[in-house]
């Protein structure tokens, strides 16, 4: 009996299939016929294209002269979750979405929270009489010179809304990025447009982790890391007391659901990025932010300070070629 299937609905069916995909089963759907071929080819046009999958304001195209490898596969998300939703993340197909915002957060189920907030007009937030504003913070200078910046945002119980002047990283992406492949670091974040110094860049967007779970995951990551089997984007993030003790620790993990900032290659000699913990009130959760250090000239790549190297027998090898590199890529104490 002849297949009663035709190019067309082929086509169609595998405008609805293909983009769920990962790339091992996109390659082996594409080997099954010419049209899938054909399908599959334009599916990954359309996902190095964008990194972001059109959940950001801008698309975040790849770029690769190194090897054959188009794009990096992983799930996306505009913020950092504490759960993750069941189910494939489209990528690739021929719908158009409107991006997904960044505010309001959803939800954090089984991390503290606070409801407390700004109840001032949105035309008066971030002034001096809005209770969530902090009037002296300079998100490029407010750290020190190899720590972290700090800022306070308005929050999901604020009166205002997500136009207000006082949630500046709350919008997504709103600058032209780029990754780009390296023969030696793999694939790096880069800026598509010139940046002034003080810019919002990105969130640091993953996984909150417990920190039983995340020196579990750090174990397995630094095995498949050692193997050349894995890069890992699980990065810790700790407030200290004036005393120096560790008051708080947040884990957030990349690896598999993050943003385009787990592209963000370290730099020994800090980086032209700045990172800085963001507050928004009704949160206890401070997120990880990037604001860019210095002026940064278009095709220019982002990069920060992962932190101090501990020197180890099976550490990575550091590729950032500045000039006080230790040739030895930090590595976490979970």
Request: aromatic share 6%.
């Amino acid at each position: 009996m002849r297949n009663p299937a035709t190019p067309g609905a082929v086509i169609e069916s595998a405008e609805l299939v293909l983009p769920l995909l990962p790339p091992r089963d996109l390659a082996a759907a594409a080997s099954a016929c010419r049209a899938l071929r054909a399908a599959a080819a334009v599916v990954t046009t359309r996902r190095a294209a964008d990194a972001a999958r059109g959940l950001e304001p801008l698309p975040i195209p790849f770029h690769n002269r190194v090897d054959s490898k188009p794009y990096a596969y992983f799930l996306y998300t505009p913020f950092s979750l504490s759960r993750l939703s069941p189910g494939a993340q489209p990528w690739g197909g021929s719908g158009t979405r409107a991006p997904v915002p960044t505010w309001p957060r959803p939800s954090l189920d089984g991390f503290p929270s606070a409801v407390c907030g700004c109840a001032c007009e949105a035309e008066e937030c971030g002034g001096p009489r809005c209770a969530c504003a902090d009037a002296e913070a300079d998100a490029a200078g407010s750290g020190s010179e190899a720590g972290m910046g700090s800022l306070r945002e308005c929050g999901d119980e604020c009166a205002c809304g997500p136009a207000c002047g006082n949630r500046r990283t709350q919008r997504g992406v709103a600058v032209r990025l780029r990754v780009v492949r390296d023969v030696h670091k793999g694939w790096g974040l880069h800026a598509a447009e010139a940046l002034g110094r003080g810019q919002f860049v990105c969130e640091y967007a993953g996984e909150f982790l417990t920190t039983e779970e995340a020196r579990r995951r750090q174990r397995l990551y630094d095995e498949l890391a050692s193997a050349g089997k894995l890069s890992p984007a699980l990065i810790v993030i700790r407030e200290h007391l004036p005393s120096g003790k560790a008051c708080l620790r947040v884990n957030i993990d990349a690896t598999k659901v993050g943003n385009v900032a787990r592209f963000i290659n370290h730099s020994c000699d800090r980086g032209n990025l700045q990172p800085v913990l963001v507050r928004a009130s009704g949160s206890l959760l401070p997120r990880l932010c990037f604001f860019s250090a210095r002026d940064i000239e278009e095709g220019e790549e982002l990069t920060f300070c992962y932190g101090d190297a501990r020197v180890r027998p099976n550490g990575l090898r550091c590729f950032c070629g500045g000039l006080g590199c230790c040739g030895v890529l930090p590595s976490e104490e979970t």
